[in-house]
Nanobody, 127 residues
Framework: QVQLVESGGGLVQAGGSLRLSCAAS????????MGWFRQAPAKEREFVAS????????SFLNSVKDRFTISRDNAKNTVHLQMNSLKAEDTAVYYC????????????????????WGQGTQVTVSS
């Protein structure tokens, strides 16, 4: 079993930045994809970004790919989401996720590719 704990959410003005972090425990995640999803009020959960096991492949939601970056530290079992130039429409609960298929070449973009999920951290962008 894998436990995921997100941190770094909060309230920020439009145009500002936040850095989300996710720490995994219970099993090393260095062989598996890690990703971020978000869910805004009254909307379905959507993919935001992902990174494959060795960091050589990343995927992004089109609306964030020029503003967000994703990175991982396998020695620390952590994944980070750097969010710059935040917009009001980025407001959502952000969830960290870890996959269970090892050694993927391409970072996946679907929720079904991830097995373990965190509890989420709120990001609120004021306009």
């Amino acid at each position: 079993q894998v436990q995921l704990v997100e941190s770094g959410g909060g309230l920020v003005q439009a145009g500002g930045s936040l850095r989300l972090s996710c720490a995994a425990s219970g099993r090393t995640s260095d062989k598996y994809d890690m990703g971020w999803f978000r869910q805004a009020p009254a909307k379905e959960r959507e993919f935001v970004a992902s990174i494959n096991w060795n960091g050589r492949s990343t995927s992004f939601l089109n609306s964030v790919k020029d503003r967000f970056t994703i990175s991982r530290d396998n020695a620390k079992n952590t994944v980070h989401l750097q969010m710059n130039s935040l917009k009001a429409e980025d407001t959502a609960v952000y969830y960290c996720a870890v996959g269970d298929v090892p050694w993927r070449v391409a970072a996946p973009t679907t929720a079904t590719s991830f097995k373990y999920w965190g509890q989420g951290t709120q990001v609120t962008v004021s306009s």
